[in-house]
């Protein structure tokens, strides 16, 4: 790909653009507003809440585990048929819905919706996305997948033991496909396929726009290698999307065919259940599995390159330096997303697959702990004798690091089919994907709303308060789920309501009660986050355009950036990692500042050239 060579007349051209525009009403600036930053802002608010409702849903799940059938306090007032308890049914539902929640309106849509909204405009120099009402409608998707979702709780047999959609959030058949199959899987189910098309739909929206936004619309001079690694990240998780997401939405539509029009396509012949007729079907339930995780494994790092793209420019502008192996960590993020795609069988190790399959599956698998190496050691390259600034941003991001080397270590384990047969569905399992997940992106989120919050509103958030939600939750986290990999060590499986029932699982519940203890300090901890987003917006100390001297295009712009983004068409130099350049005054170079004068060493001359 070329870069485009700046002419005066797009210069020109733009320029007017930028100013010239016309007065718009409430509605069309802030609700249903086609500019990226809106619509970024938008997706932060819309995940945080669910982010809250997905927090409160782990929390009674960690109630019945911690303090079996006894009633729980305070929501325990909403179903009173069950006399407050949390019943096997309810608590199926409270797993499902708890972590569709988290992974289809939290993870997915905080790191492509808002952060890829927000910042792929403003990273690459372009005054908006390339089709920006299709941006507006990729927001506006979510809400009825939001709604159906919601509705799946309460139009099904009744609010209450029969409540939700409770097949999990992989919702294998024959739960999700007989509709006699258990309460949850009459209409909850179907809703719950709505929801997820729906969210498909949005998620499909997205990725065309940003790839076709980072392919076309760069400044001038914004070379591939000149963008910063958040931008690689989001261009190369939009890929994933598009070549993932299909594959789940045919299987949803094979899903839905077989509920509603008699097809069999994961209905095996001869299944009986709850006492209905025998099922006629000749088809595999396992076949939802391969296409399910088809889209999920590659799902997984759509839920994380963003994070790490982010944290790898945020941990750059921290330690002073550039990033440690730049072209590394761009094949690196390329290559966990192509291996991301061979390694889907590891879900399915148990199911009785042919030795030759599981090992190539396990062989691919524990290859991606290559390039994930590759990464890490280069993030603490970069820390590596720098100038290490210990604010809410570098704590987060390092809290991304490191909890993420805890997650992928034991996603080693995973991949080898002898230990996985061992550890599979037990608590290891719930362990691992929350530090990945959790204790990798959240916090890399927590550093990205920090870090970029200036730029949404003009003015800082609080530091104090940002440590100390930092330290508050990275404590939770830890006492939350570290324990699950002792628990799942131990042989508890996830998924049960009264894990106690099985008296070589009694002695664990003290554990349990600890980890429900920590996971409502946690929680609470997030409250902090909240106050402190909303004190800062209306009351923050106010900045400049680039408050940590951070070398990005985003930081050439206003703080916030009018409509338009830029007053002229940035211009780039640069790669955006030059801090601490030899022979400069400034410890940050802009990718946007014209190079200088020739250097005067010879020493100073061969690093400007090198
Ligand atoms: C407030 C913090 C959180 C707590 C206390 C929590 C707790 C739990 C618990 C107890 C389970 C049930 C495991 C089982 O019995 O199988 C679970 C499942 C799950 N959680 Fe979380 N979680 C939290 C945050 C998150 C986040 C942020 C994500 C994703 C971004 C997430 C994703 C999941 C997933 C995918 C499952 C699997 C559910 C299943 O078995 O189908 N959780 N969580
Ligand atoms: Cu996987």
């Avoid at 609010?159 to 294998?172: E, I, K, L, R, V």
């Avoid at 029009?261 to 599995?289: K, S």
């Avoid at 490191?402 to 991949?415: D, E, K, Q, R, T």
Wanted: neutral net charge; contains cysteine; hydrophobic residues 50%.
């Amino acid at each position: 790909m070329s870069t485009i060579t700046p002419t005066a007349d797009s210069l020109a051209g733009h320029g007017d653009h930028a100013h010239g525009h016309h007065d718009i009403g409430f509605i069309r600036k802030y609700v249903f507003s086609t500019d990226h930053k809106i619509i970024g802002i938008q997706f932060l608010f819309t995940t945080l809440l669910m982010l809250m409702f997905g927090g409160f849903l782990a929390l009674g799940v960690r109630w019945q585990l911690a303090f079996p059938w006894e009633t729980m306090p305070i929501f325990g007032q909403f179903f009173a048929a069950q006399g407050g308890q949390v019943s096997p049914e309810f608590y199926t539902m409270l797993f499902t819905m708890h972590a569709t929640v988290m992974i289809f309106l939290v993870i997915i849509p905080v790191l492509a919706g808002a952060f890829g909204n927000f910042l792929i405009p403003l990273m690459i120099g372009a005054d908006d996305m390339a089709f920006p009402v299709l941006n507006m409608l990729s927001y506006w998707f979510m809400w009825p997948a939001i709604m159906c979702f919601g509705a799946s709780f309460f139009l099904n047999e009744g609010f209450g033991p029969n409540a939700g959609p409770a097949a999990g959030w992989t919702s294998y058949p024959l739960l999700s496909a007989l509709v006699e199959a258990a309460p949850g899987s009459g209409t909850a189910q179907f809703w719950w396929l709505m929801g997820v098309t729906l969210v498909g739909v949005s998620s499909m929206m997205g990725s065309v726009n940003y790839m076709t936004t980072i392919i076309n619309m760069r400044a001038p001079g914004m070379t591939l290698f000149r963008m910063p690694l958040t931008i690689w990240a989001m261009f190369i998780t939009a890929i994933l999307q598009a070549f993932a997401l299909p594959v789940l939405t045919a299987a949803g539509f094979m899903l839905m065919a077989d509920r509603l029009l008699g097809t069999c396509f994961f209905i095996p012949a001869g299944i009986v259940v709850n006492n209905a007729a025998p099922t006629v079907g000749g088809g595999q339930p396992l076949l939802w599995q391969h296409l399910f995780w088809f889209y999920s494994h590659p799902a997984v790092y759509i839920m994380l390159l963003p994070a790490m793209g982010m944290v790898s420019d945020m941990l750059a502008c921290m330690s002073r330096k550039p990033i440690f192996g730049y072209k590394p960590m761009v094949y690196s993020l390329a290559a966990i997303a192509g291996l991301g795609f061979i390694v889907w069988g590891h879900h399915m190790f148990t199911s009785g697959m042919n030795p030759a399959l599981g090992m190539t599956f396990m062989v691919s698998t524990i290859m991606i702990a290559l390039p994930s190496a590759v990464k890490v050691f280069n993030w603490i390259g970069t820390m590596w004798g720098g100038r290490l600034v210990f604010n809410t941003v570098m704590l987060n991001s390092v809290g991304f690091v490191s909890m993420f080397i805890v997650g992928g270590l034991s996603g080693i384990f995973m991949a080898a089919v002898p230990v996985d047969i061992y550890i599979h569905d037990t608590y290891f399992i719930v362990a691992h994907f929350h530090y990945v997940l959790f204790g990798a992106t959240l916090f890399g989120v927590f550093a990205g709303i920090t870090f970029w919050f200036p730029k949404m509103f003009g003015r800082m958030m609080n530091e104090p308060i940002g440590q100390l939600h930092f330290l508050l939750t990275f404590i939770g986290f830890n006492g939350t789920f570290f324990p699950m990999h002792l628990l799942g060590i131990a042989g508890m499986p996830r998924r049960y309501a009264d894990p106690y029932l099985h008296p070589y699982l009694e002695h664990l519940l003290p554990m349990n009660q600890f980890m429900t203890i920590s996971a409502i300090l946690m929680g609470f901890a997030q409250f902090l986050l909240l106050g402190n987003l909303a004190y800062s917006i209306f009351f923050g100390p106010k900045c400049g355009r680039n408050p940590w001297e951070a070398n990005g295009l985003e930081w050439v712009a206003p703080s916030p950036p009018g409509h338009g983004n830029f007053e002229t068409v940035p211009v780039c130099y640069r790669g955006p990692y030059e801090y601490s350049a030899p022979g400069r005054d400034e410890d940050f170079w802009l990718q946007t500042e014209p190079p200088g004068p020739r250097p005067e060493t010879p020493g100073q001359a061969a690093a400007a050239s090198s």
